[in-house]
C-alpha cells in the first residue's frame, strides 16, 4: 500500500472519530440532561485525545513524507496538504492540552447555559478564565509551530491562511462606513408595523420545514430540532439544524432557519468522493458563513423572495398588514442600534463583530483580564453603536463562542457577509434568472451555481483562489456596501 493510501485510511478513522464528537455536541445542545455534564466532558476529552493520537503519530509524519514524492493528481495533492496542515497543527499542541482543554470547554459551555439566563457573570469567570488560559497556551503553541502570531494561529483554526492584515483591511474600513449609513438608514426607513400574534408554534414548525425543503435540504439526511443556540452541526449525510421559536414571533425563527440551512446546504454537497478526507471538507468559516449568509441576507430578506413569502404567512397565520410586501420589507430591512448580536440588521452587525474581535484579541494578547470583559465590553458597545447594555446577559454573556474556546470565529461573520454580497452579484451575473425564480420561491439557478462553484470543490483550493474562480477578484467590501446602499436607499 502507498504511503498516500494509508494516509487515506488514518484519516477516514480521524473523520469517523470527529464525527462522533459532532453528535454528542449536537445532544449536548437538544437533548443532554443537565447531570450529563461531567461524562460527556470526559467523552469529548478522550475523543479529542484519541483523534490528536492519530494526527501526531510518527508513523502519520512518516507517510505525509513519503507521500509527497509520490504520483498524485490535484484533488490528492490537495489532500495532501490539507493532511499535512492539520498533522503540524497537532504536533504542536500536548496531548494533555488538547484534553484538558476539551474538558474545560465542556465544562466552560455548560456553566454559560446556567450563568446566562441568571445574568451572573462572576458564576462563569473562573471557567472561562480557564479557557482562555489555555486558549493562548493553544495559541502560542500553534504560533510557534506554524510561524504565525498567536492569535493569527487562532485565525488559522476558522479560515486556513487568514491574518490579522486582511481581517483589518475589511473590518477598519466598515468601522468608519457604516455608522453614517446606520444614521441614513434609520433616517428614511419606513414606518414598522408588527404582525399580532400569537403564532402557533407547530404552524411555524411546519412552514420552516417546507422552505428548508425549497432550498434542497434533505430530511433523510438530516434534522431540524431546537436548542438555546441555533446552530447547525453534524456530519455530512447527517446534518443537524437547531432553532428556538416564540409564540410571539414568527419572524426571527423562520430566517434562523433559512440561515441554518444555508450552513446545512454546504455541507450536504460537498464532493462526496472525498467526504472522509480533509479536502471533502468546506473551506473554512468564512465560506461558510457566505453560504448562510447568502441565503439568508443576499436572497431571502430580498424584495423578490419576501414578495413570495407574504402571500405563505398570510395563508398560514392569517391577514395582517406586517406580511404584506410593504410591511415585510419594513421588519426585514429594519436598522437599530441593538444590543443582541443575532438579533442585529445588516448594517449594524458588523459593528457587534467588530467590538468581539477587537475584545477577544486583547483577551488572547493579555491586555484585557476575564475580569474586566463585562466593564470593557460597555464601553465597546458606547463607542460603535452608541448603546449600553444594563446587564451581562444582553452583553458579554450573550455569545457561545468564547465559553466553548472559539476565538478567532468571530471575523468569520463579517467577512462571510463580505464574501456572500461578492457571490451573489457574480451568481446573478452567471444565472440573470436567479431574481425571477425567488420571486416564485424557487432555489435551483442559485443553488445550483454555488454547489458548481463553491461547495463541490471543497478545500481543493486556498480561500482566496476559490474567490477568485468564482467572483473574477478577491475578496472586497466593494459589492457589501454597494448591496447596503442599494437595499436601504
Known amino acids: 500500500m502507498s504511503a498516500y493510501a494509508t494516509l487515506e485510511r488514518r484519516f477516514k478513522r480521524l473523520f469517523d472519530i470527529e464525527g462522533a464528537a459532532a453528535i454528542l455536541n449536537w445532544d449536548q445542545a437538544v437533548m443532554m440532561p443537565k447531570g450529563g455534564n461531567a461524562p460527556r466532558g470526559e467523552q469529548t476529552a478522550t475523543l479529542a485525545g484519541l483523534a490528536h493520537e492519530i494526527l501526531t503519530a510518527p508513523e502519520t509524519e512518516d507517510a505525509i513524507g513519503q507521500a509527497g514524492g509520490e504520483a498524485l493528481d490535484d484533488w490528492q495533492r490537495a489532500n495532501l496538504r490539507e493532511m499535512d496542515l492539520r498533522h503540524r497543527r497537532a504536533t504542536a499542541l500536548p496531548g494533555d492540552l488538547v484534553e484538558s482543554l476539551a474538558r474545560a470547554t465542556t465544562l466552560c459551555e455548560m456553566a454559560w447555559r446556567e450563568a446566562r439566563p441568571r445574568d451572573d457573570f462572576q458564576a462563569l469567570r473562573p471557567r472561562l478564565e480557564e479557557v482562555v488560559r489555555l486558549v493562548r497556551a493553544q495559541a502560542a503553541a500553534l504560533g510557534e509551530r506554524l510561524g504565525l502570531d498567536p492569535y493569527d494561529a487562532l485565525l488559522d483554526l476558522f479560515q486556513p491562511g487568514l491574518k490579522r492584515p486582511a481581517v483589518d483591511a475589511v473590518l477598519d474600513l466598515l468601522a468608519e462606513a457604516l455608522p ?27 412552514l420552516v420545514r417546507d422552505m428548508m425543503r425549497r432550498l434542497g435540504f434533505d430530511f433523510d439526511h438530516g434534522r431540524l430540532d431546537e436548542s438555546a443556540h441555533p446552530f447547525c452541526g453534524g456530519v455530512p449525510g447527517d446534518v443537524r439544524i437547531t432553532t428556538r421559536y416564540r409564540d410571539d414571533d414568527v419572524t426571527g425563527a423562520l430566517m434562523g432557519v ?5 450552513h446545512a446546504l454546504y455541507e450536504g454537497n460537498l464532493p462526496p468522493d472525498w467526504r472522509a478526507q480533509p479536502v471533502g471538507a468546506a473551506r473554512g468559516m468564512t465560506v461558510h458563513e457566505s453560504q448562510s449568509l447568502l441565503v439568508e441576507m443576499q436572497a431571502c430578506r430580498g424584495r423578490a423572495f419576501l414578495a413570495y413569502l407574504s402571500p405563505l404567512l398570510q395563508a398560514r397565520f392569517g391577514p395582517d398588514p406586517a406580511f404584506e410586501p410593504a410591511g415585510l420589507t419594513a421588519f426585514y430591512h429594519r436598522v437599530e442600534r441593538g444590543l443582541i448580536r443575532v438579533d442585529a440588521d445588516e448594517i449594524t452587525y458588523p459593528l457587534h463583530v467588530i467590538l468581539r474581535y477587537r475584545l477577544e484579541r486583547a483577551l488572547i494578547d493579555g491586555g484585557l483580564a476575564v475580569r474586566d470583559l463585562p466593564g470593557a465590553w460597555r464601553d465597546g458597545m458606547r463607542g460603535l453603536l452608541g448603546v449600553t447594555p444594563d446587564t451581562d446577559r444582553e452583553g458579554c454573556l450573550q455569545d457561545i463562542h468564547w465559553p466553548t474556546g472559539a476565538f478567532g470565529y468571530f471575523p468569520s461573520y463579517t467577512l462571510g457577509a463580505v464574501l456572500a454580497a461578492q457571490l451573489f452579484k457574480a451568481a446573478k451575473l452567471a444565472r440573470p434568472s436567479i431574481p425571477d425564480e425567488l420571486v416564485e420561491g424557487r432555489f435551483d439557478g442559485l443553488m445550483g451555481w454555488l454547489k458548481a462553484e463553491i461547495h463541490a470543490k471543497g478545500s481543493l483550493l486556498p480561500m482566496d483562489d476559490l474567490i477568485v474562480a468564482a467572483t473574477g477578484k478577491p475578496l472586497s467590501a466593494d459589492d457589501f456596501l454597494a448591496h447596503l446602499d442599494e437595499r436601504y436607499a
Do not use: I, K, S
Open 258 to 262: 433559512l440561515h441554518e440551512t444555508g
Open 180 to 206: 453614517p449609513r446606520v444614521e441614513a438608514a434609520m433616517a428614511r426607513q419606513a414606518p414598522l408595523v408588527r404582525a399580532a400574534g400569537p403564532f402557533p408554534v407547530d404552524r411555524q414548525r411546519a
